[in-house]
């Protein structure tokens, strides 16, 4: 792991950002039900990615509808023309908690962009800035992409805010000999969330359990997303090794959130009330 211990200052900063930085089956035996010892449970939520289209169409509704499923927090990806003040009172209104927002590179780069995007998050509530896709094609640029990511969370961690980044497939994929997911990681401070996408990781040909393992405390908030099964398959149905994701998270990946995405062939609240009556299931929301 990188030590981090100087910041960056904002001559250095906007340097970084003209190079172009900014832009098998589950086996439910295997999961003990409830809660481990000791251990807080940790919280459920929804990326609303998952039901983009219903929010489009009623924005209020579709969070309501997450709420009565039983969901304590939504992750945004996007707002549908809402202000921020209207988001908040939305998730008053439903019980509900920002767990993340889905927020694009060009949103917290250059400073004036972080400023506003501070403030929007601290009104409707959400700790979690993830920034959801990047691309490099050198081990050099993944390195400069961690230090903006440094000096953003030093900026972010006094105010009780962080920054982190979410894997796609292609973070898998080797440049230059090493998988870009795990340089930005070890080249990122501890205060950098590293949010895994169970499913995104499988697609790019690596193990979720394997990459969880070598970033311990860095997985705060996790995507759990089936991989392997049919087209309209739940977690439980499809290939990945849940039990070994679980207990990762609830022992040495210092996770707070599993934040349920899916795509899949079916309706997708159907999916997403699935998904949640499994997770019910195994103890987990």
Known sequence: MMKHSKKFG???FLQLSALGIAGASLGLAGCATGKMSGQKKIGVGLQLYSVRNECKADFPGTLAQVAKIGYRGVEFAG???????EVRKMLDDNGLVACGSHTPSEMVLPPDKLKATIEFNQIIGNKFIIVPDMSGATRQVWIEKAKVFNYIADELTPLGLSIGYH????????????????????????GVILQLDTSNCCDGGADPVTELKKFPGRTRSIHIKPNGGAPD?????DKIDWPAVFAICETTGGTQW??????S??????AVERTFAVLKKLGKA
Request: aromatic share 14%.
């Open 79 to 85: 707002y549908w023309g809402r202000s921020a003040k």
């Open 265 to 270: 062939s079916q309706a997708p609240m159907v």
């Open 258 to 263: 599993y934040v349920v995405e899916h795509e």
């Open 233 to 237: 398959s739940v977690i439980g149905e």
């Open 167 to 190: 894997s796609h497939f292609h973070d898998f994929h080797e440049v230059e000999g090493v998988r870009p997911w795990e340089v930005f990681g070890e080249n990122t401070s501890p």
């Open 10 to 12: 904002r001559r250095e």
